[in-house]
Antibody
Framework: EVQLVESGGGLVQPGGSLRLSCAAS????????MHWVRRVPGKGLVWVSR????????NYADSVKGRFTISRDNAKNTVYLQMNSLRAEDTAIYYC??????????????WGQGTLVTVSS | QSALTQPASVSGSPGQSITISCTGT?????????VSWYQQHPGKAPKLIIY???NRPSGVSSRFSGSKSGNTASLTISGLQAEDEADYYC??????????FGGGTKLTVL
């Protein structure tokens, strides 16, 4: 069974840093594109970043480019999101998600339960 | 990066059909046949229900169907059921190799 479990969320002051982890099980991480998506409570989904299976192709939303870094450790079957220079508007539930292998384009088939990041003084 | 445009809310009675639109630009929806749709119930993770405009993942009801014309994609739910009440989001790959979501549509089953 495919499972994604996020951790690392919490309360951080503006300008601070957090590293989110997404532990994957039930599949081989390096066979899939992996994404981070966030949802501000009461608002919609916003895509954050993605990385392909070998880690050589990475994309970011403009709103986080230069501040967030996606990475993966295939040996640990874990994806990370390093978040620096955090702002109040980064407050959200952060989900990691796995692409559907059968899809030609991005299609987020499996999702974790999310981890809450709150940026506040 | 503006979100794709979806109606804030739609509603329908059990057994009826509803359609949710998702309007983008030539830089996203109009550029590729890579539109996906997601269903999200309160407190739950999103669920993929349509990918590549009109394909359904295994296990998703045939009551859900997708289409696209130009810069606008659509999700149709036929035979509305109470459990369909949820938030629905479209997404599309962009010409910048990023992903863009719609603002979300709240479906109410009357």
């Amino acid at each position: 069974e495919v499972q994604l479990v996020e951790s690392g969320g919490g309360l951080v002051q503006p300008g601070g840093s957090l590293r989110l982890s997404c532990a994957a099980s039930g599949f081989t991480l390096n066979d899939y594109w992996m994404h981070w998506v966030r949802r501000v409570p009461g608002k919609g989904l916003v895509w954050v970043s993605r990385m392909n299976g070998d880690g050589k192709t990475i994309n970011y939303a403009d709103s986080v480019k230069g501040r967030f870094t996606i990475s993966r450790d295939n040996a640990k079957n874990t994806v990370y999101l390093q978040m620096n220079s955090l702002r109040a508007e980064d407050t959200a539930i952060y989900y990691c998600a796995r692409d559907l292998a059968a899809a030609a384009g991005p299609a987020l088939e499996s999702w974790g339960q999310g981890t809450l990041v709150t940026v506040s003084s | 990066q503006s979100a794709l445009t979806q109606p804030a809310s739609v509603s329908g009675s059990p057994g009826q059909s509803i359609t949710i639109s998702c309007t983008g630009t030539t830089s996203d929806v109009g550029a590729f046949d890579y539109v996906s749709w997601y269903q999200q119930h309160p407190g739950k993770a999103p669920k993929l229900i349509i990918y590549d405009v009109h394909n359904r993942p295994s296990g998703v009801s045939s009551r859900f169907s997708g289409s696209k014309s130009g810069n606008t994609a659509s999700l149709t739910i036929s035979g509305l059921q109470a459990e369909d009440e949820a938030d629905y989001y479209c997404s599309s790959r962009t010409t910048s190799a990023t992903l863009r979501f719609g603002g979300g549509t709240k479906l109410t089953v009357l």
